[in-house]
């Protein structure tokens, strides 16, 4: 049996598959060998070090520890009914194989990745970058003198289920995007899957490879809630854990600080089925067990901790929108279902912050992320100012009123939308208030707000109006007719290239949620997909970015605007993505990455853009 030739990149390089025998050549990049255990191992010390010899030249860490909770029952899915090792938990349904395998049959047949184990790294040669000066067309001025300090957090992000691949491998238990992509019909609009991806669950090795020779300090990752828990709750998956015990022994190897995400978008499918996922408080004991596990675990390497990713998203946009007949859905619909996901959102984040900081004695910094647009008024007119200021309420006061300002949502939230927006006890608000450490604002573009045609009051007052419950309008063309920016890729039409609107919104948060508090603020995510790159044939052609570079410069050199000459407190940004990768209903031809992916061989290939993204933190002091 053979496995795909892995050619090496222009700046890269082949991975070898491991074999059984664990300690057998770790440079062969023979492609004869059967690839045997599905088994993450755990490389010895001597082992990491010969295999990342060109990549560190200092002595490797320690293998690391791990603290287990003895309060879950501890499994793994193969072929045979599981068999706990330890049990002390009565379990109320039923976590056999055969129930597993019932899950997966509700999502229908998975493609199967092209190899199934971990792959050895092989060394990184030096990044090459393109030849020509490719600085972007906005001007740095004499923002070229100011220095980022020490401590600044930079680095590129993923989340799992775009970037993992190996859907159905090593007893992961499906999530709602598996039954999404696969059963409901153009729900991804290119019809592709992340079944296998970028594949990063078993070529890891070499993408943490690939950082260190880029010497990027942060990685954002996000673990699999179904993988380490496949039915949600239950049985733990050990093999999960192997993996991301290797993941972050390879991570701290390679001198790269993890930012981790506990949940992006991908609620376990049983949970769906059990109680409709988010919209039932059942949900927040189920997440803070599995962040419970997750945190012990891997606490003492994790300096930054993300409870879950983009409420605003998954719970506006997606629990209206869900197609009614995949899973029982218990009446919790509509916009109801919006604001129970987002209540229950808050009350689990709030639960596991405080379970952190008082139960657990964390260190680290725990926050959400937040997905908002920079608003700007259409026109002077004090009408647009009011409607700016209601959008605003509704996408990021929404989670953060509570968070950062009163423990309740904002009025406007309350008086229009009655019933449909639970309310918190005084012991819930007070938990609320507070538990963010930071900021992350995932802030990618700027929209024009006006009011809705009927005007605000009457609106706010009518649930029948189109525009209820927001009652503005939001566009990206501006009262003169053009774009407020560039546009990326039509797979991706709400994103446009706003640099001077990231300077903006920064000193926009920082006056409305941070500033007061004395916290800072984090750019946790932006980024840009090129347009028509998926279009394009010669791989040369497609890593030739310009539009994308001209974004990262124009948004960095802003964010340093808005700290240096604004005194915005803004401490981090983390550029979307790694590499590209499934971008959930555009599928995999819209491309976000910093390094092209080439879907058939999965080799990676760094773009102009990841050269102009570390070059200005180099240029800045880091
Ligand atoms: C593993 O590889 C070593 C070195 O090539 C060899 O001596 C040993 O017999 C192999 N073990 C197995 C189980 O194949
Ligand atoms: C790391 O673990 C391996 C395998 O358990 C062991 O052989 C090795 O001695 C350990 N290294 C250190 C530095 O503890
Ligand atoms: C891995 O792939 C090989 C070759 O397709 C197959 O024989 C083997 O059963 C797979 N292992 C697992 C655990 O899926
Ligand atoms: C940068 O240039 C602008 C425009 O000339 C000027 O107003 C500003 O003071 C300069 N800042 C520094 C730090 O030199
Ligand atoms: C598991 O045990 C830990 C440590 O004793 C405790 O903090 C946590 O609340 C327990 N979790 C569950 C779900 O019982
Ligand atoms: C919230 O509390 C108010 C005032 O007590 C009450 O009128 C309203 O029905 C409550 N809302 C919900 C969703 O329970
Ligand atoms: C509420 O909005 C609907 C839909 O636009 C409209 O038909 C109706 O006349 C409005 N009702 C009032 C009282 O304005
Ligand atoms: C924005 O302003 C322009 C110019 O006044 C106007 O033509 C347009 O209708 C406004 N857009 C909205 C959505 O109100
Ligand atoms: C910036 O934020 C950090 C962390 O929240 C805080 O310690 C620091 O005091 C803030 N700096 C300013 C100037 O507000
Ligand atoms: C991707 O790999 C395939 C198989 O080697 C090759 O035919 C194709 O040209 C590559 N695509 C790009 C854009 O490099
Ligand atoms: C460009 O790619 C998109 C999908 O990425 C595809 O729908 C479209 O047909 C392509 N256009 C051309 C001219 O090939």
Not at 83 to 108: F, K, R
Not at 310 to 315: A, H, L, S
Not at 565 to 591: C, H, I, M, Y
Request: aromatic share 14%; with cysteine.
């Amino acid at each position: 049996m053979s496995v795909p030739l892995l050619l090496c990149g222009l700046v890269g390089a082949a991975y070898a598959q491991t074999t059984a025998n664990a300690t057998s050549s770790v440079t062969s990049t023979s492609v004869d060998n059967a690839p045997t255990a599905s088994t993450s191992q755990t490389l010895s010390a001597a082992e990491t070090s010969s295999i990342l010899w060109s990549l560190q030249s200092s002595a490797p860490a320690d293998n690391l520890t791990f603290s287990s909770l003895s309060n879950f029952t501890y499994t793994s899915y193969t072929s045979q009914a599981p068999t706990p090792t330890t049990s002390v938990a009565t379990l109320p349904t039923d976590y056999s194989e055969q129930a597993w395998s019932m899950l997966w049959d509700q999502v229908g047949p998975v493609a199967t990745p092209p190899f199934n184990s971990t792959v050895i790294p092989t060394p990184e040669p030096s990044p090459v970058p393109p030849p020509y000066g490719f600085s972007s067309q906005v001007t740095t001025g004499n923002l070229s003198s100011y220095q980022l300090p020490s401590d600044f957090v930079w680095g590129v992000a993923s989340a799992a289920y775009q970037v993992e691949g190996a859907a159905m491998e090593e007893g992961r238990g499906p999530s709602i995007w598996d039954l999404l992509s696969h059963r409901v019909h153009g729900y991804v609009a290119d019809g592709t899957t992340g079944d296998i991806t970028d594949l990063h669950y078993y070529l890891y090795p070499q993408d943490i490879a690939r950082l260190k020779a880029f010497n990027i300090p942060y990685f954002s990752l996000t673990i699999s809630w179904s993988r380490v828990f496949p039915f949600g709750r239950g049985y733990v998956n050990e093999q999960a854990l192997a993996h991301y015990d290797d993941v972050i022994q390879r991570l701290v190897d390679a001198g790269i600080k993890p930012i981790v995400t506990l949940f992006h978008w991908d609620t376990p499918l049983a949970l769906m089925n059990d109680y409709n996922g988010w919209t039932s408080d059942q949900i927040i004991a189920d997440f803070l067990a599995y962040a419970q596990l997750v945190m012990t675990r891997y606490d003492k390497y994790v300096p930054i901790w993300v409870t879950v990713n983009e409420p605003q998203v998954y719970c506006g946009d997606e629990y209206p929108g869900f197609p009614s007949g995949y899973w029982p859905q218990y009446g919790v619909t509509g916009l109801r279902a919006q604001f129970y996901c987002g209540h229950n959102t808050l009350l689990a984040h709030a639960q596991i912050v405080d379970w952190y900081r008082n139960t657990l004695g964390g260190t680290g910094r725990v926050t959400f992320k937040n997905s908002a647009n920079n608003f700007i008024p259409n026109t002077t007119s004090s009408a647009d100012a009011a409607a700016v200021a209601r959008g605003n309420d509704f996408q990021l006061g929404w989670f953060n009123s509570p968070v950062w300002q009163t423990g309740d949502y904002p009025a406007s939230l309350r008086s229009t939308l009655g019933d449909l927006l639970p309310n918190f006890t005084a012991a819930e608000s007070a938990m609320v208030l507070g538990s963010c450490d930071f900021f992350a604002i995932d802030g990618y573009t700027t929209d024009i707000i006006a009011p809705a045609a009927s005007g605000i009051a009457d609106c706010a007052a009518n649930s029948s109006d189109p525009a209820w419950p927001t009652c503005i309008q939001q566009s990206q063309v501006t009262a003169s007719g053009w774009d407020v920016g560039f546009a990326a890729d039509p797979g991706a039409s709400w994103l446009k290239s706003d640099p001077t609107g990231v300077r903006q919104f920064l000193n926009y948060l920082q006056k409305t949620y941070t500033g007061p508090k004395g916290k800072d603020i984090v750019l946790s995510e932006f980024g840009f997909a090129e347009p028509f790159e998926n279009n394009f044939t010669a791989l040369p052609d497609a890593r030739y970015d310009q539009l994308r570079v001209d974004y990262f410069t124009g948004y960095l050199n802003n964010l340093l605007a808005a700290k240096v000459e604004d005194g915005v407190n803004v401490t981090g940004a983390v550029a979307w993505g790694v590499f590209d990768n499934f971008e959930w209903s555009s599928g995999l031809s819209t491309r976000f990455g910093l390094q092209y992916v080439n879907y058939t061989t999965l080799e990676r290939y760094p773009k102009a853009s990841l050269f102009t993204f570390m070059d200005f933190f180099k240029q800045h002091g880091l």
